[in-house]
């Protein structure tokens, strides 16, 4: 492990003493009876479920239920009150994470280019000059996302969906085991969607864990074999055609409309 992500794990383990991390084993990801509130309210209560590879989860449910929050937790980038997190055959810091595309910033004077070799960090670190291999590599990711030709275009001049196939170049780049998404087809077009979903399912044959939180529910019905229903203190996790039933689903928008309302007494 490197120095700077070794530094990184011993203050995460120190924040959190509850995230475990084992090294060894198959690749799987243990959640019991987890708890995050934001500052006075509960976001996740109780939550319990598991992960393991290779497979393909959608993290459905209303909005405010806490899909996000429970990315981040997992990532130690959010703290929880509550219960324990174990990794196996990985830590938090091997995992590639993909934010909302509405809080990453396209103003910087970046390249297509410049932005996907940042999935080689890892293996590059900082101020070294990339192999011929390396460029291949950064190359061969563009041709897989259809943008063979984009390397010099700054990110300024691409479209929402254009943006967002740079972003898994990216990820393929980082060749991680375990890859989070969180709302990755939101504002995207058809046609992205579908390249993107395949490179997803080519994951999934190739060993990996995927995670994607959804608000697509037909998208999550055609393509997420597992689908985990968060809402909050409810959930539900398994085979999609199992969780994402219609009394589920009533039962995911009751919990909402709780909440709301409890958050909005004085």
Known sequence: MEPAISSFWGRLTKKHPTIRCHPQGPISI?????????????????????????????????NGAGKSTLLKTLLGLQKFKGGKINFHGLCPCDVAYLTQQNQLDRRFPLTVGDTIAMGL????????????????????????????SFSRTPLQALSGGQFQRVLFAR???????????DEPFTG??????????????????????????LHDLDLTQEH???????ARHFYKAGLTEDVLTKENMRDAVAASRHWEAAEGTP
């Not at 990820?171 to 998404?181: E, M, N």
Request: glycine share 6%; aromatic share 8%.
């Open 30 to 62: 243990d959640i019991q009876n987890l708890s995050v509130q934001y500052p006075n309210n509960p976001v996740i209560s109780g939550l319990t479920c598991h992960f393991e590879t290779p497979s393909l989860w959608a993290i459905a449910g209303p």
């Open 188 to 213: 995207v077009d058809g046609r992205t969607i579908d390249d993107l979903m395949a490179l997803l399912h080519r994951w999934v044959k190739e060993g990996r864990l995927v995670l994607a939180v």
């Open 171 to 181: 990820l393929i780049l980082q060749d991680a085991p375990v890859i989070f998404l």
């Open 121 to 148: 960090f890892r293996e590059v670190g900082i101020f070294r000059r990339y192999t011929k291999e390396q460029r291949d590599k950064m190359q061969d990711a563009l041709e897989q996302v259809g943008l063979a």
């Open 224 to 230: 997420f074999p597992n689908t985990l229903l968060l």
